[in-house]
């Protein structure tokens, strides 16, 4: 119901979406259920000319069934819920799948610093790749993500992924995402974190894994940098003609 307006792009993203249908559908039953009984009731019971109003204890067993019955399927739809929420909370916040790759989410008044590794595949080395409100991941790969705050509470949240996370300061909080979908998708702090906290957003981009390698690349500081082979061919190449004329003629 919810991929209708805000697009699925994570692996457990349909999952969450199917326990927020089941709890729509069985708490909108109950409510159109209490709502008819409750008008039906008060037209029946309305004010008529010349019929005195009756006092109803609620004693009687044929008094008390419009509560009991209701009370347990009621409360037989609580443990359907119950079941689906704790296998839900189960596989995304309580579970950690084998990582592809680990990146390192820092947030602060206001923006989003994203650190991730390079070529190496490892974090904290001179390949890292830093980036600033914006985040590119690979589609199908399993992600661990290290999130922290610099300052005050902050929450990373993907819409698109539904994926929520709190970041409290001094601490270090481990969670995942698997994306699904190629595509651009937003990110939002969700906690009130200060005057700039409505313009504290970033993107989160999901690559195929050869848009990802060009982008890794292009980014990654040991990758941009010269190896010694290439200064060294680099210095053995001759001047180009028209620049050794010029030399001449000066």
Not at 33 to 50: H, S, T
Not at 206 to 230: G, I
């Amino acid at each position: 119901m919810l991929t209708r307006y805000v697009e699925a792009a994570s692996s457990y993203a349909q999952d969450i979406d199917g326990l927020i249908t089941l709890i729509t559908v069985l708490v909108g039953f109950w409510f159109l259920v209490a709502q008819a009984v409750l008008f039906g009731l008060i037209f029946r019971f309305r004010a008529k000319q010349g019929v005195k109003a009756q006092y109803i204890s609620g004693e009687e067993k044929s008094q008390k069934r419009w509560v009991t019955i209701p009370h347990m399927l009621v409360l037989v739809c609580d443990v359907f819920i119950i079941v689906g929420a704790v296998r839900v909370w189960t596989d995304v916040k309580q579970t950690l799948p084998p990582a592809d790759h680990t990146v390192r989410i820092v947030s602060q008044q206001w923006a989003w610093t994203f650190i991730q590794p390079g070529p190496d595949g490892k974090l904290d080395t001179e390949d890292d790749i830093k980036t600033i409100d914006e985040l590119h991941v690979k589609e199908g790969a399993t992600y661990h993500f290290q999130l922290l705050s610099r300052d005050v509470l902050h929450s990373f949240s993907v819409p698109a992924f539904r994926l929520k996370q709190d970041a409290v300061p001094g601490r270090l909080i481990t969670g995942w995402f698997k994306p699904t979908r190629p595509g651009a998708y937003d990110i939002q702090c969700a906690e009130i974190c200060g005057i700039g906290h409505g313009i504290m957003a970033a993107r989160l981009f999901v690559e195929t894994p050869e848009e990802h390698q060009k982008w890794m690349e292009k980014l990654s500081p040991v990758a941009r940098a010269p190896t010694p082979q290439a200064e060294a061919e680099q210095e053995n190449t001759p001047p180009a003609e028209g620049a050794s004329a010029g030399a001449g003629a000066e």
